[in-house]
């Protein structure tokens, strides 16, 4: 089976010669299809910056990330266009949905954009929001709608063009924990239903804990790896062991378990 990802000697400096920052030092890693990667470390450490160059939001200043075997960084115009509307799928903190349209319209949006007919639309609509709980919010404005509701239509909208990769960047830094558990388990039935590779930085060991792979970053670099396959692991034991890591990297979470 080919990785779906593939990130080689990926190196993203910021400032000047002689005072530079290594956001991403020679980082190196493949994902497979259907994976869900989690992305750990403290503040400052690169996360982010790394989610951010898969999503060709900013560039590398060197190595290289291939998709499906293409290197996105050589793509442009249309090309990238069609990369960032199909092949990923973004999950914010803050969800950005559009406060001026219903949640059925932010989840439609990518769909319009792309111009999927009508009925393929409204029947991918009526699945996702089936399956995340969100029929009731698709005709309130997200002014009206919950932080779980949020983050939810949030998750529909990236999933609606059935990527084969989701970048989620924090997706429960702004919930409460029972919404917080609530979402990760969603998140987590998606990932097995529709084997959609799932990248999530987060520095809750508790969202954390759902992930089958662990990558933590230290000053740019890959520093520990750890998997969720010792046969019979519960998720309560693999976030024990998360814990230890970050402990080791100065981190921590709030046991909302």
Do not use: W
């Amino acid at each position: 089976m080919e990785p779906v990802l593939k990130i080689d000697s990926l190196k993203k400096y910021y400032g000047k010669p002689g005072n530079q920052t290594k956001a991403l030092d020679g980082i190196s890693f493949q994902v497979m299809p259907g994976e869900f990667l989690g992305i750990m470390g403290s503040s400052g450490s690169g996360k982010s910056t790394l989610l951010n160059c898969i999503a060709a939001v900013i560039s590398p200043d060197g190595g290289e990330i291939c998709v499906k075997g293409r290197r996105i960084h050589a793509l442009k115009g249309a090309a990238l266009a069609d990369y960032r509307g199909k092949e990923i799928g973004y999950l914010f903190q803050n969800f950005e949905l559009l406060d001026n349209l219903t949640g059925q319209e932010n989840i439609l949006l990518p769909l319009s954009l792309h111009k999927v007919s009508e009925k393929e639309s409204l029947r991918r609509l009526k699945k996702l929001a089936s399956y995340l709980e969100i029929t009731d919010a698709l005709h309130k404005f997200p002014t009206q709608m919950s932080g779980g509701q949020k983050q939810r239509t949030a998750a529909a909208r990236a999933l609606i063009l059935n990527p084969g990769i989701i970048l989620a960047d924090e997706p429960t830094g702004a919930l409460d924990s029972k919404n917080a558990k609530a979402f990760m388990e969603k998140l987590e039935g998606l990932n097995q239903e529709e084997q959609a590779a799932v990248l999530m930085v987060t520095h809750d060991s508790n969202a954390a804990s759902y992930c089958k792979r662990i990558l933590f970053i230290r000053d740019g670099k890959i520093f520990h790896e750890i998997r969720r396959d010792v046969p019979n692991e519960s998720r309560e034991e693999f976030y024990h062991r998360i814990l230890m890591v970050m402990a080791q990297l100065g981190g921590g979470s709030a046991n909302v378990l």
